[in-house]
């Protein structure tokens, strides 16, 4: 009875962080396609600065009591704190926007795919996770699913893509992802979720500054509107919200069955071009989005089971 009980009570909580994780990269997708529109307005130094300032500002108010409170942790573990603000806050961001500036959009999704692939080697070389036929099949399907959209009906096509310089910040933005969601893994259950990430960001903003000092040339006080608004939603959604999802989405999953949802970018900005742009869909984006949702399906059933008995031994 008590068996039953916990599964009924465990399927919600996985039905929210499936819908927690696809609404992070439904965030994400924005972030690329904004990052890409405003890159002759914005340095990706100031930009990432700006945007988490905001983030910051949004924030603080409902957390300082909980900063506070779990002051004397967050001082005792300060290099988990730092490493999730070097990594997600600061490498990430700096990387994709660096990378925004030279390599369009379809570059930078389909270089995402390999990111689902990483995190699971990482879990099995951490010796967090072994890397089951199902969950190597999901990630070849999610990849596949990828390059039909990216090459409108044809996988062939990625083949073709040009690989440059703006390519090497994507991997390296790929690198940094990878390593901040292994690190959500050992999340300290003393600190909640909302005050794990306030911490970070403000570990990381010092570093933002010097970044932006170094390197930054935009005039802040000569940006446009639509630059404001860019830096609000960046800010607001892509960072704030799309990272509090994001960070409830892996501890309810894991990072292995998490880092399937980042093939979904793709599938969001085929959809958001649609409802935004006036863009046609086409038969290869709507294929390749089937095949990226059977890949979660495929990834992600036989992970659920495991994570409800972990839940339930924590609850």
């Known amino acids: 009875m008590a068996a039953a009980e916990t599964g009924a009570q465990a399927a ?49 108010p409902f957390t300082a009591r909980g900063l506070w409170r779990h002051r004397a942790a967050i001082a005792r573990l300060w290099p988990w704190f730092l490493g999730l603000g070097l990594t997600g806050v600061v490498g990430f961001q700096e990387a994709t926007y660096m990378a925004l500036t030279m390599s369009p959009v379809a570059n930078a999704a389909l270089l995402l795919a390999v990111m689902p692939m990483l995190i699971l080697a990482s879990s099995a070389l951490l010796g967090k996770a072994r890397l089951s036929a199902r969950q190597a099949v999901a990630v070849a399907v999610s990849f596949l699913g990828v390059a039909v959209i990216l090459g409108e009906g044809d996988p062939m096509a990625v083949l073709r893509l040009h690989l440059g310089a703006g390519d090497l910040w994507l991997l390296a933005a790929v690198a940094a992802w990878t390593a901040y969601t292994q690190l959500l893994r050992s999340v300290p ?11 970070s960001i403000l570990f990381a903003l010092p570093v933002l500054a010097l970044l932006a000092l170094w390197r930054g040339h935009s005039e802040i006080a000569a940006l446009p509107p639509r630059a404001w608004a860019a830096v609000l939603y960046v800010g ?17 999953k894991g990072p292995d069955a998490a880092g399937l949802y980042i093939n979904l970018i793709p599938v969001f900005s085929a959809a958001l071009a649609w409802a935004l742009l006036g863009e046609a869909v086409t038969a290869g984006q709507a294929a390749g989005a089937a095949l990226i949702v059977l890949s979660l399906w495929l990834g992600t059933a036989g992970v659920r089971s495991r994570k409800a008995g972990v839940d339930a031994t924590q609850g």
């Open 189 to 199: 259950k003393t600190v909640p979720g909302d005050v794990s990430l306030m911490a």
């Open 12 to 60: 919600p909580r996985g039905g929210w962080a499936a819908a927690a994780l696809a609404c992070a990269c439904l965030m994400w997708a924005g972030n690329f396609v904004t990052g890409r529109a405003i890159r002759g307005l914005l340095d990706p130094e100031t930009l990432n600065l700006l945007r988490w300032l905001v983030a910051a500002a949004a924030f603080l």
């Open 236 to 252: 607001l959604f892509a960072a704030l919200a799309a990272f509090l999802l994001w960070g409830y989405g892996v501890r309810r």
